[in-house]
C-alpha cells in the first residue's frame, strides 16, 4: 500500500536548520502535488508548503517564506523541505501529504522542535 515515511526531524537550537525528507512508496510518485503541513499543540494543522507534481509551481505559508523551500526528485521518489532560521514558533510535528484529485495520502509525522 502506499506509504509516506517522513525524516529528518530533531531538536535544534534557534537561528538553525533542518531539512525534512518524505520518501513515497507503492504510487506513481510524479502524479501528485505534495505538501508539508505542521501541527503544534493545542493547534490546528496547517499548511506550510505545497509542490506542483514536477515541481513547475510551489507555494508557501506567511510565516514561512523566505525561510523554507519546498523541492522534489521524483526519480527519488522523495520530497523535501529545507528548513532555515528556524523560530521557537517552527515547533510542531510536520506532516508529508501526496494528493491528486480525491486520493490523499499522510505520513506519520516527524517532531522539529526549535529551542535553546
Known amino acids: 500500500q502506499v506509504q509516506l515515511v517522513e525524516s529528518g526531524g530533531g531538536l535544534v537550537q534557534p537561528g538553525g536548520s533542518l531539512r525534512l525528507s518524505c520518501a513515497a512508496s507503492?504510487?506513481?510518485?510524479?502524479?501528485?502535488?505534495i505538501s508539508w503541513y505542521r501541527q503544534a499543540p493545542g493547534k490546528e494543522r496547517e499548511l506550510v508548503a505545497t509542490?506542483?507534481?514536477?515541481?513547475?509551481?510551489?507555494n508557501y505559508a506567511d510565516s514561512v517564506k523566505g525561510r523554507f523551500t519546498i523541492s522534489r526528485d521524483n526519480a527519488k521518489t522523495t520530497a523535501y523541505l529545507q528548513m532555515i532560521s528556524l523560530k521557537p514558533e517552527d515547533t510542531a510535528v510536520y506532516y508529508c501529504?501526496?494528493?491528486?484529485?480525491?486520493?490523499?495520502?499522510w505520513g506519520q509525522g516527524t517532531q522539529v522542535t526549535v529551542s535553546s
Open positions: 507503492s504510487m506513481t510518485f510524479s502524479t501528485y502535488s
Open positions: 509542490i506542483s507534481s514536477f515541481g513547475q509551481s510551489t
Open positions: 501529504n501526496a494528493e491528486r484529485g480525491p486520493r490523499k495520502f
